[in-house]
């Protein structure tokens, strides 16, 4: 197949959608498949674009035989409401040429929008058309629910009249995919045709990621002995993760000195929470870690630790889940009862209400305090991700119904799709 993918994250940035992104495309190319991309230049988690992506050779090359275009951004110092819009838009505009472009004479088989950035959906669309593509949408998270919920955007009016345009955009694609059953939800109460919708959920490969046999190289160089309890952050340090409820817990937890907080990543707020871990010695800062040291670095936790705004539960799945299962630890999650996030991690650590700093360092307490109770969440945590996350077997499910789409197949026919609309992986490998 030919296949056109248009989205603002792409590798070389390291975390969250653009490593999903960008393994989705190498894993198709690798199959024989022939795959472009038209993104931007790299800039997250740091929102800075490397200098020698600042060249006008970077804008076109070839990496793992993923063909790759990308169009000029602007990328603000300090991403607030406004600036974001204004750098989705920015994207949006340079972006939607080359796309329409390489549709019209390339004629791919199916063209994917990823969101972030839905502001790119309405060119994603139009390409497909002109190339007499599948359209197809992937939704990581719901950006202008989050955006309005967190008071990034603001007034009823507004928010209103943003998602009329979202509901029109949403219903024009051939497929909608997202990636767990209550956004799945969701999608269907924003007006989109059940039948189209698929859950094409983030995976993790269970071979890179998997627990260590023996104690990991961090810890050593952390200086943390045997008894000493890590509890890891691992990713964006930005304004939806709320990660002040991490220096909440360690002041509540202050006096157990085998109780250690490492938090490990960059983003717009690094600063902000730098400043305030600075004064606290159970905190330690890292910077992002390459992938080839990822293993090692969740293997060296104890506990894994997802804080989560309230409301965010159900607009965003965090990417990270899936390697803090893979490695085999319990995690400790901010979500209401009933929530999406709520729903994964059951059975694999504890949930605590969101911001409720309290129960977040009483869940950590327990955890620490209970070796027993962690090896069998742990255990339980590695069995969801071998049963639910493998890369090779949503990939290939995904691969399956890219095949069905693009002949123009209907979802009601096609048997190689689950009746719930589901592309995962059964129970087991």
């Known amino acids: 197949m030919r296949i056109l993918i248009h989205g603002i994250n792409y590798t070389p940035d390291e975390i969250g959608i653009p490593k999903y992104t960008t393994e989705m495309a190498e894993w198709f190319a690798a199959r024989g498949h022939q795959v472009r991309v038209v993104t931007a230049p790299p800039y997250y988690p740091a929102w800075k674009v490397p200098s020698a992506y600042k060249s006008l050779r970077k804008w076109r090359e070839t990496l793992n035989k993923v063909r790759i275009v990308r169009s000029p951004i602007y990328v603000p110092d300090n991403p607030t409401g406004l600036k974001r819009l ?35 959906a309405p060119a994603t669309w139009m390409a497909a058309r002109l190339g007499g593509s599948a359209a197809w949408l992937h939704i990581q998270d719901f950006e202008l629910d989050a955006a309005f919920e967190m008071g990034l955007l603001k007034g009823e009016k507004s928010r209103g009249i943003a998602e009329t345009i979202e509901k029109w955009i949403l219903r024009r694609f051939d497929r909608v995919s997202t990636i767990s059953k209550k956004m799945m939800e969701g999608l269907e109460r924003k007006g989109v045709n059940p039948k189209s919708i698929r859950e094409l959920r983030n995976w993790v490969d269970v071979d890179a990621i998997q627990p260590m046999s023996e104690p990991s190289p961090f810890r050593a160089e952390w200086k943390a002995s045997a008894d000493d309890i890590i509890c890891l952050y691992s990713g964006n340090i930005a304004n939806k993760q709320g990660l002040e409820i991490i220096i909440d817990a360690a002041d509540q937890l202050a006096e157990q000195e085998h109780i250690k907080f490492v938090v490990c990543g960059q983003g717009s707020g690094h600063a902000a929470f730098s400043a305030q871990a600075q004064s606290r010695p159970n905190i330690t800062m890292l910077p992002l870690q390459p992938f080839e040291h990822l293993n090692a670095l969740l293997n060296a936790a104890d506990i894994h630790m997802l804080p989560q705004k309230a409301g965010a539960a159900d ?73 639910r996350l493998d890369v090779n077997v949503i990939l290939a499910r995904a691969e399956a119904e890219f095949v069905n789409i693009s002949e123009g197949a209907i979802a009601s026919s096609d048997q190689t799709t689950p009746s719930d609309g589901s592309i995962n992986p059964p129970e087991g490998r």
Do not use: N, Y
């Not at 204004?86 to 972006?95: I, K, N, Q, W």
């Not at 040429?97 to 994917?112: D, E, N």
């Not at 490695?327 to 209401?336: F, I, K, N």
């Not at 305090?369 to 991700?385: E, N, S």
């Open 315 to 387: 607009l965003v799945l965090p990417s990270k889940l899936t390697g803090m299962l893979a490695s085999g630890r319990p995690v400790v999650a901010t979500a209401e009862d009933g929530s999406g996030l709520a729903g994964e991690v059951d059975g694999c650590g504890i949930t605590t209400p969101p911001e409720d700093a309290k129960a977040f360092a009483e869940a950590i307490q327990e955890l620490a305090d209970t070796p027993a109770l962690r090896d069998t969440l742990g255990k339980a945590a590695r069995a969801a991700a071998l049963a």
């Open 86 to 120: 204004l750098h989705l838009t920015s994207f949006a505009v340079t972006s939607a040429l080359p796309t329409m472009l390489i549709a019209t004479f390339w004629r791919p088989h199916v063209v994917m929008g990823i969101a972030p950035a839905l502001t790119s």
